[in-house]
Structure formats: structure tokens, C-alpha cells
């Protein structure tokens, strides 16, 4: 069945410095949209960018993600980290498959120190 | 303004006890989910529903039944209780996976405890 997978459980970073994520994917599907969800502490999680296209970049809140079928990846940036971006972040698979539900990947807690 | 709203946020009840966490959608989505969340497991499906009287079983359903009442609401029954079942819950609702665009729209949790 399909699977994300995030092997990184904890990202520690000093504020400024560049930020990447990693995610995975597994599915047998060619039309799978790959999604990254962030949340807050004590905050509900949302979504913060989605693609479904193959070699396009999508960009929100100055992050962005390129879906790219060849490596099935989808790895989420930033330029520069900032405080605010401390958070867990889920990356996440959605395809006919799974009838469209979300297949969240294990999570990664990023941390940014000043 | 469209929410998805959990209650109770916090719960404590003791091992073998009867708790329900519920859940109340306005965004007029067809399909809610059940998560729980557990550090280094992310966050995994327990039940899901397509619409009013509808329930899917999801990857993680031992020791929970679910039930939708209306389009609007969705429960999660934890009939006899453990220590294991201590996690953070969310609900979800999205439109038809179909189109395409399952964003969901989360809940702001509720935090059980079993002792």
C-alpha cells in the first residue's frame, strides 16, 4: 500500500540558516498529490502547500515544494529559518488508491534556536 | 465562519472507563476523520465516515467505534478504556477525496488521559 515517510524526527537549526525537510513517497498511482501540513503547539494543524504536478515548484508563507515522480520526493524549504517556524510538520500522500484519504508520514519536530 | 470543533479538549478517566470525544463540523464536508497522535507515529487514521450514518474502518481501529449522526457530527467511543489509548485526538473534515483536493480541515484536539 502506499506510504510517506519522513526519516527525520527532529530538525534542530539556528535562525537564519536554510531549511529542508525530507519526504517520501510510495504509490502505485501516477496522479498522487503530496501535501505538507504544519502544526503549532496548541494550535490546530493546516495545510501549508500542495502539489500534484511534477517538476513545478509550489510556494506558501515562504516555504516551498517540488514534487518530483522520478525520486518520489517531496521536500519542503526555506531560505532562512525564523523563530515562528518551530513546529511539527507532516508531509502527507493523497491518491485513488487509499480513496483519497490522507497518508501522513511519521512527522518531523523542526526546532529553530536564536 | 467553517470549523471543525472537538470537545472535551482535555478528558482523564480512569482504565476500563466509557469516554466520547466529539466532533461537530459547519464547513458542509461529506467526510470527517479520527487521528491520533503519537510522538514517532505521526498521525494514524482510526475511523472515517462518507456521510450521515456512514463508518470506514481505518488503520488503527482496536478499542474505538465510531458513529455519525448528522453531516455535521462525528463521535469516536472508547467503550472500555486503556493506558494505551492516552494520545492527542483530531478530527477532520474534507470534501470528496475525488476532486482531487483533500485538504482537510483539522480540530483543535482533544488530549486523553487513561490512568
Known amino acids: 500500500g502506499d506510504s510517506v515517510t519522513q526519516k527525520e524526527g527532529l530538525v534542530t537549526l539556528t535562525e537564519g540558516l536554510p531549511v529542508m525537510l525530507n519526504c517520501t513517497y510510495q504509490?502505485?498511482?501516477?496522479?498522487?498529490?503530496l501535501f505538507w501540513y504544519v502544526h503549532y503547539l496548541n494550535e490546530s494543524p493546516r495545510l501549508l502547500l500542495k502539489s500534484s504536478t511534477d517538476n513545478k515548484r509550489t510556494e506558501h508563507q515562504g516555504f516551498h515544494a517540488t514534487l518530483h515522480k522520478s525520486s518520489s520526493s517531496f521536500h519542503l524549504q526555506k531560505s532562512s529559518a525564523q523563530l515562528s517556524d518551530s513546529a511539527l510538520y507532516y508531509c502527507?500522500?493523497?491518491?485513488?488508491?487509499?480513496?483519497?484519504?490522507?497518508?501522513f508520514g511519521q512527522g518531523t519536530k523542526l526546532s529553530i534556536k536564536p | 465562519e467553517a470549523a471543525v470543533t472537538q470537545s472535551p479538549r482535555n478528558k482523564v478517566t480512569v482504565t476500563g472507563g466509557n469516554v466520547t470525544l466529539s466532533c461537530r463540523q459547519t464547513n458542509s464536508h461529506n467526510y470527517m476523520y479520527w487521528y491520533r497522535q503519537d510522538t514517532g507515529h505521526g498521525l494514524r487514521l482510526i475511523h472515517y465516515?462518507?456521510?450521515?450514518?456512514?463508518?470506514q474502518i481505518g488503520d488503527v481501529p482496536d478499542g474505538y467505534k465510531a458513529t455519525r449522526t448528522t453531516q455535521e457530527d462525528f463521535f469516536l467511543l472508547l467503550e472500555l478504556a486503556s493506558p494505551s489509548q492516552t494520545s492527542l485526538y483530531f478530527c477532520?473534515?474534507?470534501?470528496?477525496?475525488?476532486?482531487?483536493?483533500?485538504?482537510?480541515?483539522f480540530g483543535s484536539g482533544t488530549r486523553l488521559l487513561v490512568i
Open positions: 465516515s462518507y456521510g450521515a450514518g456512514n463508518l
Open positions: 502527507a500522500l493523497s491518491d485513488l488508491y487509499n480513496q483519497g484519504k490522507l497518508i
Open positions: 477532520a473534515s474534507s470534501h470528496s477525496p475525488w476532486t482531487g483536493h483533500s485538504d482537510y480541515t
Open positions: 504509490t502505485i498511482y501516477s496522479n498522487a498529490f
